[in-house]
């Protein structure tokens, strides 16, 4: 038995630990949810939304290839308030949500999670406090409810939004589960860009069927997930052979990649340039011209394309080379109905018998600021993120996903404060013999291309250095970058270092960082980070 001084002993020693704790996780502690099944079912009477939706993550059949149907999960809505276009369905297969809403908007979502297992949604690219940001921690069981209350603060743009349980992030993306979240703001209209009928939005996603017509995601081999999925059919808005008439005029094009691994190298038929008119935060200062443009998964980018100079009965393709993260091209190999060197269309829009109607786009779209890199706290010393592939697993400075709060001393930031964040792909630990920049297996085990996203912010890219070799791919893949806008998700090549500033304003919180190959995120390669006030 213990006596009395002991146990008091023991007591301190407890107390001292568990403050140490608290202090290593930051000051946070009170406001974090004693489990991750902390549920939120009830709406606040002092929440006045001009949006109010409701959102429901369930199984269907869905009718995508001629025969049997197939078995997809879905998200599925409904308007309580806040008129009729605040949610639709993409054309395809109809089974791909999207919310309309402005900036400055309040929008409740009343999420219930159908599935038989648990679930939460998160919105990708939104400025939005801890506890609305769809953590893992906050996933809800069958049946249960989550609601969402938050102010549209973001820019204009093209944001999306997915589930992110722990470790079945990829599956449920995969099955279906994804939608768009398209914001308009005062400075995008003054723009004139196209809008209503002339506003498609794209989103490109691989899949594989088997010969019952139901979709084939990965089995348990870890080298597998290391790979990420690669799919030898890419749908368009959940549709096989995506096409659409479309007016002699002009129209905006949101291209998404919301697949959970595959990279496109995107062009358009007849040699015909994109004009980039935004990235995923929004409007560019000014269009640019891409020959290429090179879509990572998660990555969104806006063109301007004006078919008014076109007879009627032309066509317009959306073509791609699909790569793997290894950087492997797949597509030739195993697209057999490859009708050009850049494989089957995606996507083809068919010019209609419409007088013609030319657009007109201004030079000026948007004001971003400029990024001063001086302006942020360890402008002399970046943070660095080292992402390496190690036992079976990526890793963020050799770490994997630990408990769902678990943050590390030097994972925490200042709130108000600017930082450059380094992302290092295999660089800095060294890809090991022949490993580095070459795509191949070294020491510290394959070097890929990774999508990095950050949660809660919108970074700025400030540089790219390759170190040593350059992939023979990688080369092609940098034509198509579009480095010049509000991003939230960065593509980092083999042995390359890519430079990111951000601020943390507002909310103070747990948020996470992770490569967003959505094989990789639920083995592990996800960080926490907290934002300290
Ligand atoms: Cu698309 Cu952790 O997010
Ligand atoms: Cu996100
Ligand atoms: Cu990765």
Redesign the pocket.
């Given at each position: 038995m213990m006596n009395i001084r002991q146990n008091r002993r023991e007591f301190l020693r407890r107390l001292i630990a568990s403050s140490l704790l608290v202090a290593s996780r930051g000051s946070f502690a009170a406001d974090m949810p004693m489990s991750h099944g902390m549920v939120r079912p009830q709406a606040s009477p002092d929440f006045d939304p001009d949006i109010d939706l409701e959102l429901e993550s369930m199984p269907e059949m869905l009718q995508m290839l001629p025969g049997e149907p197939t078995r997809v999960w879905r998200y599925r809505g409904r308007v309580l308030k806040g008129g009729e276009e605040a949610l639709g369905y993409l054309d395809g297969s109809g089974h791909l949500p999207v919310i309309r809403a402005r900036r400055g908007q309040r929008l409740r979502i009343r999420y219930t999670n159908r599935l038989m297992e648990p679930s939460i949604v998160?919105w990708?690219g939104l400025h939005i406090e801890q506890r609305m940001d769809g953590h893992p921690m906050y996933a809800i069981g069958n049946g249960e409810s989550f609601v969402y209350e938050f102010v549209l603060n973001n820019r204009a743009g093209t944001y999306w939004f997915?589930p992110?349980p722990h470790e079945r992030t990829a599956f449920q993306v995969y099955m279906g589960l994804t939608g768009l979240l398209l914001l308009s703001d005062e400075e995008e209209m003054a723009a004139g860009l196209p809008s209503g009928e002339q506003d498609l939005a794209l989103v490109l996603q691989d899949r594989s069927f088997d010969p019952d017509n139901q979709l084939r995601h990965l089995g348990r081999m870890r080298h597998d997930w290391m790979m990420g999925f690669a799919g030898d059919t890419v749908l368009v808005n959940g549709a096989v052979d995506y096409s659409k008439r479309l007016g002699r005029r002009a129209y905006r094009l949101r291209l998404f990649n919301g697949s959970n691994a595959s990279l496109y190298r995107l062009r358009l038929s007849g040699g015909r340039p994109f004009t980039v008119i935004a990235t995923d935060g929004g409007l560019l200062e000014r269009p640019l011209q891409r020959d290429s443009l090179t879509l990572a998964v998660?990555e969104r980018v806006e063109v301007w394309l004006d078919l008014s100079g076109l007879e009627p009965g032309e066509e317009v393709q959306l073509l791609a080379e699909t790569y793997t993260p290894s950087l492997d091209n797949i597509s030739p190999q195993q697209n057999g109905a490859a009708l050009t060197q850049w494989g089957r269309p995606l996507a083809r829009f068919i010019v209609d018998q419409s007088p013609a109607v030319p657009g007109s786009l201004p030079a000026r779209l948007s004001m971003h600021g400029v990024v001063d890199r001086n302006e942020a706290v360890n402008a002399a010393s970046p943070r660095q993120v080292v992402m390496s592939m190690m036992m079976g697993s990526g890793r963020l400075n050799g770490r994997v996903y630990g408990a769902m709060d678990e943050v590390a001393a030097d994972e925490v930031v200042k709130l108000g404060t600017s930082e450059i964040w380094e992302f290092a792909n295999g660089a800095a630990m060294g890809g090991g013999p022949g490993g580095r920049g070459r795509g191949g297996m070294g020491m510290m085990g394959m070097q890929m291309a990774h999508p990095m996203?950050v949660?809660n912010v919108q970074f700025r890219i400030l540089d790219r250095i390759q170190e040593g070799g350059e992939h023979p791919v990688s080369a092609m893949l940098r034509e198509g970058f579009v480095d010049e806008g509000l991003k939230d998700v960065v593509l980092v090549l083999p042995g390359e270092r890519v430079r990111v500033m951000m601020s943390f304003t507002d909310h103070a919180g747990i948020y996470?960082y992770?490569c967003?190959i959505l094989e990789h995120?639920d083995s592990g390669m996800m960080r926490n980070f907290l934002i300290q006030a």
């Open positions: 998160h990708h997915h992110h998660a996203h949660h996470l992770h967003h995120e």
